[in-house]
């Protein structure tokens, strides 16, 4: 479980094919305090310690994984979103994060507007329905507030609001048209949508 609230920002140092993805990834944490098997989530996506040292630890990705998440996100030299998994008793800044990346949207436009940078996604249609003006969702592990839906007719459009401490803390500094980016759905309404589901 996560918060939306990045901690860091890790870089890849290689990614090698072998079965899975493994993948060492660069980072400021003190990996002391990190155990072999405790969670991380990289850009969204809730992954497992395997190896680690001073500065840096290791993840395996599976096929369904990579198949299941942006686009050239796992190459050597990227820069991920992190969050160590929420303790008993921390501080819930953000709202409540799974890891499980719903569907993969794309940066359309990002305009500069007062202090803050303007982000429109286009989202696949699926996950338009729970998606709603001032309610949350995480881009990339980041938690952010929806300030605009618009239904499409083959997705749906959200606008999202970054303050620069955002901007500053995460990878969303410099970004650009044609990114793709993991969507998570805030997790009421993805079992709300179940509920009603079951009761159709």
Known sequence: MFTGIITDIGRIESAQQSGDLRLVIACAYDMAQVD????????GVCLTVVD???GWFAVDLSAETTSRTARGMWEKGARLNLE????????LGGHIVTGHV?????????????GSTRITVIAPDSIGPYLAP?????LD???LTVNEVETLSDG???????IPHTAEQTTFAHVEPGRQVNIEIDILARYLGRLMDYRR
């Open 52 to 54: 680690k040292s001073d």
């Open 84 to 91: 160590r998994a929420l303790k008993v008793g921390d501080e």
């Open 134 to 138: 001032k309610g949350s969702v995480a």
């Open 156 to 162: 749906v459009r959200i606008a999202i609001n970054l």
């Open 102 to 114: 719903d569907g993969v949207g794309e940066v359309e436009g990002a305009a500069e507007i007062g």
């Open 36 to 43: 072999l098997g405790a969670s991380i989530a990289c850009s």
């Open 141 to 143: 592990g980041v938690s």
